[in-house]
């Protein structure tokens, strides 16, 4: 039997190849073993026995296919008992002693050398008990008879784990990626169906509704465990701070109507729902509450897992866009207007000139905006606060464009989850560019005011206004479906003394009462 390759041209997996050299071998002991019994004149005799070998043989092998990936002793060591058992017990080792050879050879080729002499060592200690409760005439006969096979197992069976050694130390080497391909297999089809239902958000507020229906609290807030063991929210409410106190208190100094209930994992706490509202607490209402919160744990902790691997490939992913940009397309532009500076040195025609430092001053705008898109890539939010960055970026507007910036800017509680944060800080990014491209303006307000439940953003502008959305423009649509992931609204309104407004309000933010309702004031320009 000779492995072939898939037809798509990749080679086979060595677990693949090892498990088609032991179904080969077995097959070939079977085959000669039901030819030594046909020419002794014996088969008739002998074949209950070789069907109880078959059948050995066929369970072996599916065992080791099952197993084919992570690779277990216990079933080649079972195979080598129980044939030689079955063979010195029934004075088969003439005719069917063939297969005493293949769990030796199979040890070799799966699991190596130390496996190969395990083997071979429970086959002769089975072949001594089996002698020893069964004395005969011709003990010396069989046992030479099952020595002799044992020997020949042994010696293709150290050839085979020296052989094959390489191919065991590139599939250790190879199963954790064949695993994770495995996974972002699963994952990709998912995502191509448009059934992933990994929204972290999303799930936290199905929980939600869920816990509502078992429990009839009014409320629940979810929250997680960080790697840094801090609690964060995912659906936070006004008081998410006050509620995750609540966790670590004992039940007897809860507040009144609230409720604890864990997000189990297979081998630690995952987080909790916090359930406020809850009329009475009971027994069967904590079975009804646990048993939702089992059915949501794992799928939302993969849910967080893979805004984790999410938000780690778009930072990749953003870094390597603005490289490239800096590398290639940058470099090209400014290499135009070199040449641009010397038609413009070198010609004696006044239009000629003209032109190329018209050309020149395009290509300096260019330069400029391909840097403002190198910096908007590379920009990120590392610890879910976006005070800095927002700093950092309405700054460099104010150094390059003369625009005067006037940041307010309050934080407080909880850190924004990393992707409401990302978000957000796109959204501001592309409302603080449209104003710098387009707005003609002299001054910019940027408020930031979050809470880390509650979000309002600003970016407003004393500029030329009339912020509708444009053919083939679609900054103002791309800032709307980024604030609907966080489950934020976006509104761009005019500005009462000129220019335009656009603010992003979560659900839960009132109305400020001012245009500074507290937090830190700062100009810039």
Known sequence: MTPTAPQDGSAPSPALTSWRTTTAVRVFALALATGTALSSGVFVQSTPILVVLVMTAAVTSLVEWVTRNRPLHWHVVAEAVAVTALLVATQSTFELGAYLA???????????????????LVSVLTVAATVATDPASDTLRRMGETVLWLAIGLGVGLLASLQSRSTRTMAARQAPYATAHQLMERIHRLARSGNLGLDSAALASDLDSAMQRASGCARSTVFVVDPDETLRSLNAGDDAERLATEIGLPEWERTPGAAVVPLRGSQQVLGYCVLVGVPRWTAELDERALEVADEFALRLDTAILFDDIRVL??????????????????????????????????????????????????????????????????????????????????????????????????????????????EVLRVAQEAIGNVRKHARAENLWVTLDSDGSSLRLEVADDGIGNAEPRDHHW??????????????????????????????????????????????????G
């Open 102 to 120: 293949v769990p030796p050879i199979a040890a070799g080729v799966r699991h190596g050398l130390v496996t190969t002499l395990n083997v071979t």
């Open 475 to 524: 900054g103002l649509q791309t800032m709307r479906e980024r604030a609907a992931t966080v489950g934020a609204q976006l509104a761009v309104t005019p500005r009462h003394d000129g220019g335009t407004v656009v603010s992003l309000r979560s659900p839960t933010t009132a109305p400020p009462e001012g245009d500074n309702a507290h937090g830190h004031h700062r100009a810039t």
């Open 313 to 422: 490939a778009t930072s990749e992913e953003r870094t390597r866009i603005a490289r490239e940009m800096h590398d290639g397309v940058a470099q090209e532009i400014v290499g135009l207007g070199y040449i641009v500076d010397e038609i413009e040195s070198m010609s004696d025609h006044e239009q000629t000139r003209a032109l190329a430092s018209e050309l020149r001053e395009e290509i300096t705008r260019l330069v400029s905006e391909i840097r403002f898109s190198i910096f908007d890539l590379r920009h990120e939010v590392t610890d879910g606060r976006l005070s800095s960055p927002l700093a950092d970026y309405a700054r460099e507007v104010s150094h390059a464009t003369g625009l005067r910036v006037h940041l307010s800017l309050a934080e407080s509680g909880p850190p924004l989850p990393p992707r409401t944060a990302t």
